[in-house]
């Protein structure tokens, strides 16, 4: 297993090839709750009120400017769902899966 939440994101300018199906697929695996949709890693998170919708939000936008990669956010009363892709390869790249995992490890504090 590969723990992808303990890993650094690598700038992406292009240039590089995105992840085949096959591995995106094969890497969902060690993501809890992501499914793989129209080319994103997409995972809607759910809390119990607006005040820790936002927290999460707050702390998505924290681990965004660390990794500085930054996924699509919809923002609900008591939910949030987040999409990744790495648009300057317009497909998937480990960096997509080490932003989620960071994600996953928030929920369970």
């Known amino acids: 297993m590969m723990d ?3 890993k650094k994101c ?3 300018e292009g240039g590089v090839s995105p992840m085949k199906e096959e591995e995106v697929i ?10 793989y949709i129209d ?10 009120n ?4 936002l927290s999460f939000f707050n702390a998505t936008t924290w681990i965004s ?5 930054h996924p699509d956010i919809l923002i609900k009363y008591d939910s ?12 998937i790249s480990e960096n997509d899966f080490i932003c989620a995992a960071k ?5 369970e504090i």
């Open 4 to 6: 992808f939440s303990k």
């Open 50 to 53: 607006y005040d820790e919708t």
């Open 10 to 12: 690598i700038p992406c």
């Open 39 to 48: 080319g994103y890693l997409v995972k809607q998170f759910d809390f119990k």
């Open 26 to 35: 094969k890497n969902l695996e060690e993501l809890i709750g992501w499914s």
């Open 103 to 107: 994600l996953n490890r928030i929920q």
């Open 80 to 91: 949030c769902k987040i999409s990744y892709k790495t648009h300057a390869i317009n497909g």
């Open 65 to 69: 400017k660390i990794e500085d990669h």
